[in-house]
């Protein structure tokens, strides 16, 4: 936009943060889509009829787990990139991190973990699909549930060790990158303490890297291999914004590269080639894409102008505003629906069986829309409440305005 610079348009208002909100809903929505489609419909292997027509939209589905490796960049940004804020100004306190960070994620994923306890333990109770909920169904996700259903599973995944001594609560899957994200979020700052300014005296210095050492250890080759991926965000907050405005078409044209690289990762993926002896599926393509996101958002970051009020812009904002409610919510309601309607074997494509799976989808969506509305857009709220109530060092030295994150 002529004659406004970066430093005129606050961050939050400017075009390079809606298409940031845009990724992030898309993002969960193509988690969501590739679960609802395992969970209803065929492989594109059994796929007879519209053929060419399923292709697209099969290749959409497919990309459930690039895009998380796209949310763990983005929260590499959001959350990393605050805690430079904080270290650069001399303001760090992790009292105060830990708090945004728990409330944050304890807002949404506790009622998770009961919905869809709740979820599961009806479709079991039901009988709906005993086959399905005993992890004998066709649908490529759904474990033993029942025996993922436990006391010990669920404090586990509340105090986010799922994959590292438990499993993801019951049919929930989608779980496993919360305990990354988690494991993470104490990563990053103690090597940034450790390696910035933050811890003069050698005694913290050392209490820092003994702590990160720790937790790599204690996390696991699973976890600590992906966190490269994370720290690509990171980097992303670290440098300077681009100093030039990409025009729109030139913009256009680096989406469109990087959308078909993103899914040429997941048809690679599931296909199972490999290309120079690396694996799609592995955690080195993951990295690698987590670098091409990188760039991505790197290149979206420079629109600076300010943002119009437009209906695609709500939409995005919208959307991401719940994202991570559908994301943590979403898998034991599909899982649920899958053993209502298909049980054991999944619907071919056919015009009526689409309609009824887009209505499921839609039902889900509100679904996940409404336990948002009592939870996630609540979470400013009652972390401001807390600090004010618990930790009122913390909260005096709180800004004004808050991250979303």
Not at 336 to 358: D, G, I, K, N
Request: hydrophobic residues 55%; contains cysteine.
């Amino acid at each position: 936009m002529p004659g406004v610079t970066q430093a005129s348009v606050p961050f939050s208002a400017t075009v390079a943060s809606v298409l940031l909100d845009a990724v992030r809903a898309v993002s969960a929505v193509l988690v969501l889509i590739s679960h609802w489609r395992n969970a209803f419909f065929v492989d594109f292997a059994d796929v007879h009829s519209f053929r060419t027509v399923a292709l697209i939209p099969y290749i959409i589905a497919g990309a459930g787990h690039q895009a998380v490796i796209i949310f763990f960049v983005l929260s590499g940004y959001l959350v990393g990139g605050t805690t430079l804020r904080s270290l650069r100004k001399g303001e760090w306190s992790w009292k105060r991190y830990l708090t945004h960070r728990l409330v944050r994620l304890w807002m949404v994923l506790i009622p998770a973990l009961l919905l869809g306890l709740l979820w599961d333990t009806i479709g079991i109770r039901m009988s709906l699909s005993p086959e399905l909920y005993a992890g004998r169904g066709s649908d490529h996700m759904t474990p033993d549930v029942a025996s993922a259903l436990t006391l010990k599973t669920f404090l586990g995944n509340a105090l986010f060790l799922q994959t590292i001594s438990v499993k993801p609560l019951g049919s929930n899957g989608a779980l496993w990158s919360l305990a990354n994200e988690w494991w993470y979020y104490l990563l990053f700052p103690l090597a940034a303490c450790a390696f910035g300014t933050a811890y003069k005296r050698r005694t913290s210095l050392a209490i820092s890297l003994a702590l990160f050492c720790g937790i790599v250890w204690f996390a696991g080759k699973d976890i600590v291999i992906l966190f490269p991926v994370w720290l690509f965000g990171a980097l992303l907050a670290a440098i300077p914004r681009p100093r030039f405005e990409l025009r729109t078409l030139f913009l256009c044209g680096i989406t469109l590269l990087y959308l078909a690289t993103f899914f040429g990762f997941s048809l690679l993926a599931h296909s199972g080639k490999d290309i120079g002896g690396i694996q799609f599926s592995s955690p080195i393509a993951d990295i690698f894409l987590g670098a091409l996101t990188f760039l991505f958002l790197w290149a979206l970051l420079s629109k600076s102008g300010r943002a119009a009020n437009t209906m695609l812009q709500r939409t995005a904002r919208g959307t991401a505003q719940f994202s991570y409610t559908l994301y943590v919510t979403h898998l034991p309601l599909v899982i649920f629906f899958e053993a209502t309607f298909v049980r054991q074997s999944r619907w071919t494509l056919t015009p009526t069986h689409l309609l009824a799976a887009l209505a499921v989808l839609a039902a889900v969506v509100g679904y996940s829309w409404s336990v948002a509305a009592l939870t996630e857009r609540k979470t400013n709220t009652i972390r401001g409440w807390i600090e004010k109530t618990f930790l009122p060092e913390v909260e005096k030295n709180v800004p004004a305005a808050r991250v979303r994150n």
